[in-house]
């Protein structure tokens, strides 16, 4: 006896999302291994779609050009200078491609810029 009922993109065992129709006959449950028949699906019509968050709800820090630095996603790091919470960060590779990157925070409070080269443990 199933638990869920509704659209055929679930599995009406177990709730997970199924798989699309390939050249089998059944469709199988990749979490619970449920078997259901392709011609179940006939007829039926599947979308999907993604939906993203407005840049205005984004984390990112300042949206103006003379706070470019600030872009990006905040963490909650505290700063060594002024002592508080926030800071954004990105990452460039700096050396070599075997060797880490190097991963750049700034304050979003008082701008300090401070830099950490990630060093691969097999490199120590």
């Not at 984390?59 to 002592?83: H, M, Q, T, Y």
Request: with cysteine; glycine share 6%; aromatic share 8%.
């Amino acid at each position: 006896m199933s638990c869920f009922s509704g659209d055929l993109n679930f599995c009406p065992e177990c709730g997970n999302i199924l798989p699309v129709p390939g050249r089998e006959n059944t469709i199988t449950c990749p979490r619970c291994s449920f078997k259901i028949p392709v011609r179940e699906f006939t007829g039926q019509v599947i979308k999907s779609s993604v939906v993203f968050n407005p840049l205005d709800q984004s984390s990112s820090a300042v949206d103006s050009e003379e706070d470019a630095e600030l872009k990006g996603p905040v963490i909650d790091r505290r700063c060594s200078r002024c002592n508080k919470e926030g800071m954004v960060y990105h990452t460039r590779q700096m050396r070599s491609a075997d060797e880490g990157q190097t991963v750049f925070f700034t304050c979003i409070h008082c701008r300090l810029l401070t830099c950490y080269a990630l060093i691969h443990p097999a490199l120590l």
